[in-house]
């Protein structure tokens, strides 16, 4: 039985790399990818290469979010959170130390004023608390390094500032927007019958496939709380548990 337990820890270490490793690389062949489109191309096209990016930035959020949970690579814990730093420095220059102090006070406290993520009591409508969010996690020092980063990377590899703006910074900001209105938002705001304790967490009832394009099944969110140590694709078969009973 240890055997066996030990040898399945083993495979989800194996596939939580293996995806980790699919999502940077998918996400920086895509965007060198962009930095020479022709912009001109039919807006159709340039929308959908949009979106593409904006989740392939979500799913190197998501990435990071394992690492914090110790799930992108259990097997070595220093590899996993590299796992963890990589990722949140490739989706915006995010400390990795200081956003995995926050998120286990998130789940230590959800929902209460010691909960980085939670409005503080005035600002529940979706775009206050996403403002009110973002200065929790957004520093001065950050906007810098993305201005020098922007402008760095115009000027060195003769990147226009269209494909800059349309490929890599629209997409990182439309992605915090998905991140938050799948993750906290819709999973955190008060039901009307109120919390469910203890977690304060809410599931986004949608198809597996569907609840993948959204979030990574960032949705599955009371799943998530009541079984942290799962990665981010182990959570539909506890979704689907769920439903089942």
Same mark, same amino acid.
């Given at each position: 039985?240890?055997?066996?337990?030990?040898?399945?820890?083993?495979?989800?270490?194996?596939?939580?790399?293996?995806?980790?490793?699919?999502?940077?690389?998918?996400?920086?062949?895509?965007?060198?990818?962009?930095?020479?489109?022709?912009?001109?191309?039919?807006?159709?096209?340039?929308?959908?290469?949009?979106?593409?990016?904006?989740?392939?930035?979500?799913?190197?959020?998501?990435?990071?979010?394992?690492?914090?949970?110790?799930?992108?690579?259990?097997?070595?814990?220093?590899?996993?959170?590299?796992?963890?730093?990589?990722?949140?420095?490739?989706?915006?220059?995010?400390?990795?130390?200081?956003?995995?102090?926050?998120?286990?006070?998130?789940?230590?406290?959800?929902?209460?004023?010691?909960?980085?993520?939670?409005?503080?009591?005035?600002?529940?409508?979706?775009?206050?608390?996403?403002?009110?969010?973002?200065?929790?996690?957004?520093?001065?020092?950050?906007?810098?390094?993305?201005?020098?980063?922007?402008?760095?990377?115009?000027?060195?590899?003769?990147?226009?500032?269209?494909?800059?703006?349309?490929?890599?910074? @629209? =997409?990182?900001? &439309? !992605?915090?927007?998905?991140?938050?209105? $799948? +993750?906290?938002?819709?999973? #955190?705001? /008060?039901?009307?019958?109120?919390?469910?304790?203890?977690?304060?967490?809410?599931?986004?009832? @949608? =198809?597996?496939? &569907? !609840?993948?394009?959204?979030?990574?099944? $960032? +949705?599955?969110?009371?799943? #998530?709380? /009541?079984?942290?140590?799962?990665?981010?694709?182990?959570?539909?078969?506890?979704?689907?548990?769920?439903?089942?009973?």
């Amino acid at each position: 039985m240890q055997s066996e337990q030990i040898s399945q820890k083993l495979i989800d270490s194996v596939i939580g790399l293996s995806i980790a490793t699919l999502i940077v690389i998918v996400w920086t062949a895509s965007l060198i990818l962009l930095f020479t489109v022709n912009i001109s191309e039919h807006i159709l096209v340039l929308l959908l290469a949009i979106l593409f990016q904006t989740f392939l930035f979500t799913g190197l959020f998501i990435t990071a979010h394992d690492a914090m949970h110790g799930v992108a690579f259990s097997q070595n814990l220093n590899i996993n959170h590299l796992i963890g730093t990589i990722s949140l420095f490739l989706y915006g220059f995010l400390s990795y130390k200081t956003l995995l102090k926050k998120h286990w006070m998130h789940h230590n406290h959800p929902a209460s004023e010691l909960d980085p993520d939670f409005h503080d009591g005035e600002h529940k409508k979706f775009f206050a608390w996403y403002f009110y969010f973002m200065k929790n996690y957004w520093s001065w020092g950050q906007i810098i390094i993305w201005i020098i980063a922007y402008n760095g990377i115009h000027y060195i590899f003769n990147i226009p500032r269209t494909n800059l703006t349309l490929f890599w910074a @629209l =997409p990182s900001l &439309l !992605s915090s927007l998905q991140l938050f209105y $799948f +993750g906290t938002f819709l999973t #955190h705001r /008060e039901p009307l019958k109120g919390y469910a304790k203890p977690h304060y967490a809410e599931t986004i009832s @949608l =198809p597996i496939w &569907l !609840s993948f394009i959204t979030c990574y099944h $960032f +949705g599955y969110h009371r799943e #998530h709380h /009541e079984y942290p140590h799962l990665a981010w694709w182990q959570l539909p078969g506890i979704y689907k548990l769920r439903q089942s009973i």
